[in-house]
């Protein structure tokens, strides 16, 4: 292949000199971003010419400008989210916990008003079976004893019968006298 004049485009270089140890420090560069150092010089300064960036400037302004925006930005929006989210859903987090506070408060109140009630008609209503079952004893009491008495009165009256029957017709007045005396004084322990 051999070169042609024609096609090989002229460049027009310029010089620059430097010391030894700025030229270690392009050496390194160029090596580390794998480019000639022609051409690192070349994008350094397109770099300075675009970023309007000033080399001896190492706080970068520019820089920091920009992320100061982008921060104010960022809380500008926080905030605006903050006032049309977070605060309203705040307020109407602690209304609806307020207002659910209330209901069982009242849901409290009422359900302990209504078991008190419930309880004290629970209790007339045991005091009222209470005395019922004591009526009903004093009445199955009387019962028993009526149907005792009738049974002891048919057992008095049998002895009378069967006593009086046994009577002959030689049996004395005296002695029924003293049979019915006998049944009535039986009756009357009753």
Known sequence: MSLDPINIKEETLSTIKFNSQTASKMD?????????????FSQMVDYFYRSKKDPLDFN??????MLVKNHQKYIGF??????MLLIPAKMEMSRISESQRQIIDRFNKEVLKHNVDVLNNLN????????????????????NNKHALKAQFV????GYIRS???????????????????????IRLL
């Open 28 to 40: 390194r560069i160029a090596i580390k971003l794998g480019r000639s150092k022609r051409l690192v």
């Open 60 to 65: 970068d302004e520019l820089l920091k400008n």
């Open 78 to 83: 926080i905030k605006a989210q903050e006032e």
């Open 124 to 143: 007339a209503l045991a005091g009222a079976f209470s005395e019922s079952g004591k009526l009903l004893n004093t009445i199955l009491d009387s019962l």
């Open 155 to 158: 057992f008095i009256l049998d």
């Open 164 to 186: 009086r029957d046994s009577f002959g017709m030689m049996t004395s007045a005296k002695e029924k006298e003293d049979l019915i005396a006998l049944t009535k004084e039986q």
